[in-house]
T-cell receptor
Framework: AQTVTQSQPEMSVQEAETVTLSCTYDTSESDYYLFWYKQPPSRQMILVIRQEAYKQQNATENRFSVNFQKAAKSFSLKISDSQLGDAAMYFC??????????????FGKGTLLTVNP | NAGVTQNPKFQVLKTGQSMTLQCAQDMNHNSMYWYRQDPGMGLRLIYYSASEGTTDKGEVPNGYNVSRLNKREFSLRLESAAPSQTSVYFCASLPGLGISYEQYFGPGTRLTVT
């Protein structure tokens, strides 16, 4: 079964500093995608970044980057130059094909990030 | 495009009451999903619909029913609400077939069952 583990329920960072959120997953599939979603206090789920398992190069979106270690099944999110607007719940998610026309997301339990001014 | 819309945004029910959560998307997506979010539990899949006319159970389907009314709409029904169903409910849709596609989420419905 596909599982996603976020071992840090809460993290905090000073404004302008860098923080890394951890995520590990378990799968027997060779091709899949991994996502990081951000959920601010508004509750809206926002995609931050995605990574294809077949790509060795780590994905980057502006201040957000990932460290993808396929053999270790690890997918951490690095936020550089943290801003107050980065404060949110962050979810790691694994996207997988479950047969037929069915695609599913399995989520981790989330990491609540606080940004201190 | 409004994206994925959900109604209502907030609801309070008494134990045993029934209600239907509405979800609609205007992006012509085939697949739609219902999740619940509980503190410390992440998002868990309740039901999904890969296409109009089909529905399947997810991880936590007990106590819920769904209807895929047409390609746009996917509703979630609680026949006899229980306090354990107090949660935030999200609807999502998927634009295509393939693992590269992200799901698009609605704004959520906060449901309290007393």
């Amino acid at each position: 079964a596909q599982t996603v583990t976020q071992s840090q329920p809460e993290m905090s960072v000073q404004e302008a500093e860098t923080v890394t959120l951890s995520c590990t997953y378990d799968t027997s599939e060779s091709d899949y995608y991994l996502f990081w979603y951000k959920q601010p206090p508004s509750r809206q789920m926002i995609l931050v970044i995605r990574q294809e398992a077949y790509k060795q190069q780590n994905a980057t979106e502006n201040r957000f980057s990932v460290n993808f270690q396929k053999a270790a099944k690890s997918f951490s999110l690095k936020i550089s130059d943290s801003q107050l607007g980065d404060a949110a719940m962050y979810f790691c998610a694994y996207n997988w094909y479950s047969g037929g026309s069915n695609y599913k997301l399995t989520f981790g339990k989330g990491t609540l990030l606080t940004v201190n001014p | 495009n409004a994206g994925v819309t959900q109604n209502p945004k907030f609801q309070v029910l008494k134990t045993g009451q029934s209600m239907t959560l509405q979800c609609a998307q205007d992006m012509n997506h085939n697949s739609m999903y219902w999740y619940r979010q509980d503190p410390g539990m992440g998002l868990r899949l309740i039901y999904y619909s890969a296409s109009e006319g089909t529905t399947d159970k997810g991880e936590v389907p007990n106590g819920y029913n769904v209807s895929r009314l047409n390609k746009r709409e996917f509703s979630l029904r609680l026949e006899s609400a229980a306090p354990s169903q107090t949660s935030v409910y999200f609807c999502a849709s998927l634009p295509g077939l393939g693992i590269s596609y992200e799901q698009y989420f609605g704004p959520g419905t906060r449901l309290t069952v007393t």
